[in-house]
């Protein structure tokens, strides 16, 4: 998915939040979400919980939109245009609908619910999406990884998997990437990775073990979920700090409730990240955004019916590193 804001922020963004050494309580900060409309004329909205000032990195995680259950006859649907990337892994995770992928690496493939499709940008790569004629309700999530310094020029990829779902008393789970309730997912990525659904049945309690080096967030779909005793309302994000090596998710509500759980070793490094860019200096965002303005880098995607996104103007004022958050 493209970043379809006319004026992105530049961010520069690593390391942990602080310094504080890691103990056994479940420590959760809520993070919650702006609307960010992806543009076209009826503008399907999207809710960004990942980049924001409280909490830019959860692991290599660096970005998190999420959006629907929308009405396609109303919204239109998605249909996003030829836009580029670099240094960074996408995520695409649905719950409803159906999404029809292009790349420039020559991959036509479709985002289906239960099923990831993942994308290595590495050093340039375009790609499309656009929500096919079979979708009514479209529903999910689109989510970045950023690729570390060694791999960040990696060759471009594209990886599908449709995980089988783990069934416990009062939960269904599917893990997508990395490893959690006694699955591992053969998908491949630069840095240690959790990302799995949890659904959980009214008033169901799940405790699930995980790595106490991880930090974890929890976004909630549907329902109220209490993560390790804090409440999570739809929407909201639950940052939960390295140190335990146990999260319990409550459903707190009488329906299904519907969650991603996503987690990884904090990442370190400091990166600029910049409307489809991740780069390591405002040398590296200027130098992208100029080779795709003038064709270079980043390829072709064929079959889409329209002409690619333009990349929007750089700010007026030179992009200035940030020193790194603690």
């Not at 503008?43 to 409280?54: D, K």
């Not at 459903?251 to 910049?274: H, K, Q």
Request: contains cysteine.
């Amino acid at each position: 998915m493209s970043n379809a804001e006319t004026k992105p922020v530049e961010m520069r963004c690593g390391g942990p939040a602080d310094d504080e050494p890691a103990t056994e309580a479940v420590r959760v900060d809520v993070l919650t979400s702006r609307d960010v409309p992806l543009g076209g004329p009826r503008a399907m909205t999207v809710r960004r919980t990942l980049p924001q000032r409280a909490r830019t990195l959860i692991g290599a995680w660096c970005f998190a939109d999420h959006y629907g259950p929308d009405d396609v006859s109303v919204t239109g649907g998605m249909d996003v245009a030829p836009h580029p990337h670099t240094g960074l892994q996408t995520v695409s995770w649905l719950f409803s609908g159906e999404i029809e992928h292009r790349d420039s690496l020559g991959s036509h493939a479709y985002v289906r619910p239960g099923e990831l499709n993942l994308m290595t940008g590495g050093y340039g790569i375009s790609h499309s999406e656009v929500s096919t004629p079979r979708t009514t309700v479209l529903h999910g999530v689109q989510l970045w990884v950023a690729l570390p310094e060694e791999h960040r020029d990696a060759d471009r990829d594209f990886q599908h998997h449709a995980p089988e779902p783990v069934r416990t008393d009062g939960a269904e789970i599917r893990v997508f990437l990395g490893s959690l309730a006694g699955r591992t997912s053969p998908v491949r990525t630069f840095t240690p990775l959790l990302g799995a659904e949890i659904v959980l049945q009214p008033r169901a309690a799940l405790t699930l073990a995980v790595d106490p080096g991880f930090e974890h967030g929890l976004l909630v779909d549907q329902g109220e979920v209490r993560l390790s005793g804090t409440l999570l309302g739809p929407a909201e994000l639950g940052y939960a700090h390295p140190g335990p090596d146990a999260l319990t998710l409550t459903n707190e509500s009488d329906d299904i409730a519907r969650t991603v759980l996503l987690g990884g070793a904090p990442f370190e490094e400091e990166i600029v990240m910049w409307w489809n860019f991740i780069g390591r200096s405002a040398d590296d965002i200027v130098q992208a955004r100029r080779d795709w303005m003038e064709g270079r880098r980043f390829g072709e995607v064929q079959g889409y019916d329209g002409a690619p996104l333009p990349a929007p103007e750089l700010p007026t004022v030179p992009l200035k590193p940030r020193g790194k958050r603690r």
